[in-house]
DNA sequence: CGTGTGATTGACGCCTGTCAACGTCTGTGG
DNA sequence: CCACAGACGTTGACAGGCGTCAATCACACG
């Protein structure tokens, strides 16, 4: 499950990707560098729990990471992915409040912790650093505020087109147009707020129309401009 | 509607209050004093506009503004409320993105304007502050992720009991147990994400209940207990 | 007193969640 | 190699929550 004597390739996400690192001199790269412990983990694993107590953040340096809220008699509510250059959980680091959700593992994945401490420092001492990592806080609540007015005023159906292009967005599409992405029918329902049934339903509905095609977990999107239409797109 | 010579009294905002400005040093709330534009809104008056460019934020003195976006045919959807020490629209200025949500004034309101590089200015500067304004931004993400949760899983019925009561977490009750803040219908239906009708509805099964009491906008919190219930709350 | 906004109530129907049954595929153990 | 279990996907039946439409009422305002 874990191999702590992990040695990733952390450099392209201090200087190559578009990750807030980029905003530390040199001294600070070494000194995180220096600080992280990274692991590798697998599918399902749980790299932290909602409500518990976390001391430090991670990067996630290979893979993909659902984060979700657990809701009513259980049921998962996916809020958002991670994928190589981002950073998860350093938001209950940074408030100082117990973890308002769980991190999972869907592709295996390696992730580097770094300890709170070190990012708490970086936030007081370096602007750059502190001011791109508001930027981005922002920017997640910006998307958050425009889901729940999605979620609050689509249909099922409408916020399913969304997703399935916002998905196309995030992991993007191979050559031949499939959703680089493999997501159970649970984990799209988890995700658009709806039961499993009912996104299998208008999965096949949308295949049958020719905006997607399916093959086991691999969609293809075949008609973003007619997805865009059903998904009622403003923003 | 404004009033540009309005001058309204800060001092509780800087110093008694729990506002973001108390990690200032003197000399930054000199300077944010100084740069302040204070002016008086009526209900109904737009503070800024989703979309529009933005070139500062505000501190609420007096009154309570409603955050909102517009999603389908104009329908709102009240995202949060702003009261007394509250600021707002420093997303946008910190994200250097347009305004993602319009504010708009319920109660009527003095608003204090402060130029977008006084912030920039105090985020790169005062670590302490932009701590501080950090862990507000993440603890409305936190909400706002919760409340996705929320409206995903959760009816309209266990949503509004939900609403009321967080209604009364902001604004309180007075002696008589009603809630201080007036909202039309209307308005009640765009925080819980749903039709006006519905919420009559159930508004009047909750008093057929002795849940609460209604008198015109009037709302009387009677049994908080049983609404807790009814919510589900877990968070 | 007419006008307009907001509140209320009733009727109606569809979207969508739930339940249940069944099919498919994979991995495991005998 | 087969049987079996378990996870996942699919389909159908069904009911009820909730949105929409329309009519009416209440109240404030010019």
Redesign the pocket.
């Known amino acids: 499950m874990k191999n702590r004597d992990l040695i990733p390739f952390c450099d392209s996400c201090f200087n190559d990707l578009d990750t807030i690192f980029k905003h530390l001199t040199p001294e600070e790269k070494a000194k995180v560098d220096k600080d992280k412990v990274c692991n590798s983990y697998k599918r399902g694993n749980i790299v932290y729990h909602e409500g518990s107590r976390t001391n430090g953040f991670y990067c996630v340096n290979a893979g993909v990471v659902k984060i979700l809220k657990t809701g009513i008699d259980g049921r998962e509510q996916i809020i958002a992915f991670a994928k190589k250059g981002d950073i998860i959980g350093f938001r209950s680091i940074l408030s100082n409040e117990l973890a308002c959700s769980s991190a999972k593992v869907i592709n295996d994945a390696v992730l580097c912790f770094i300890p709170g401490e070190t990012l708490i420092d970086l936030v007081k001492t370096n602007g750059n650093f502190s001011m791109a990592l508001m930027q981005q806080t922002c920017k997640e609540l910006g998307e958050a505020n425009s889901f729940i007015t999605d979620i609050a005023q689509k249909?099922?159906?409408e916020r399913l087109a969304e997703v399935l292009l916002h998905l196309k967005d995030i992991f993007d599409l191979d050559d031949d147009l499939v959703l680089q992405i493999l997501l159970?029918?649970?984990e799209l329902a988890n995700i658009v707020?709806?039961?499993?049934?009912?996104v299998?339903?208008l999965?096949?509905e949308f295949k049958h129309d020719k905006l997607i095609d399916?093959n086991g977990?691999k969609i293809k999107i075949l008609n973003v401009k007619q997805l865009e239409k059903i998904s009622n797109a403003f923003n």
């Open positions: 249909t099922v159906r159970t029918r649970e707020g709806t039961a499993t049934e009912s299998i339903r999965l096949s399916l977990r």
